[in-house]
């Protein structure tokens, strides 16, 4: 079973940085499009960043020139890197993949978009 597991989470004051974490496990043989997504509390999920399996990234304009996202294909990881942190980047941060579950040698594989479980960051003075 392919798994997504963030890290990296937790309380920060204003203008802090933090570094999220998030790798994937299981059985599988290619990622393609990842990214990450946020839950601020009463509020919809939004997406925050994405990346391409070339690098091509993508920022909602809240985070544009504050947060980074980026990726390690040879450890299957993505990060997103968050500096200049505002009150209302409080949220629960999500990250997503798309994933080819199974063999490509077998073709026994299927196409999922698979989530992680979720880190909370707080910023907070």
């Known amino acids: 079973q392919v798994q997504l597991v963030e890290s990296g989470g937790g309380l920060v004051q204003p203008g802090g940085s933090l570094r999220l974490s998030c790798a994937a496990s299981?059985?599988?043989?290619?990622?393609?499009?990842m990214g990450w997504y946020r839950q601020a509390p009463g509020k919809q999920r939004e997406l925050v960043a994405t990346i391409t399996s070339g690098g091509t990234t993508t920022y909602t304009d809240s985070v544009k020139g504050r947060f980074t996202i980026s990726r390690d294909n040879a450890k299957n990881t993505m990060y997103l890197q968050m500096n200049s942190l505002k009150l209302e980047d409080t949220a629960v941060y999500y990250c997503?993949?798309?994933?080819?579950?199974?063999?490509?040698?077998?073709?026994?594989?299927?196409?999922?978009?698979?989530w992680g479980q979720g880190t909370l960051v707080t910023v907070s003075s």
């Open positions: 299981g059985s599988f043989f290619r990622i393609n499009a």
């Open positions: 997503n993949a798309d994933i080819y579950e199974g063999s490509a040698v077998t073709g026994n594989y299927r196409y999922l978009e698979v």
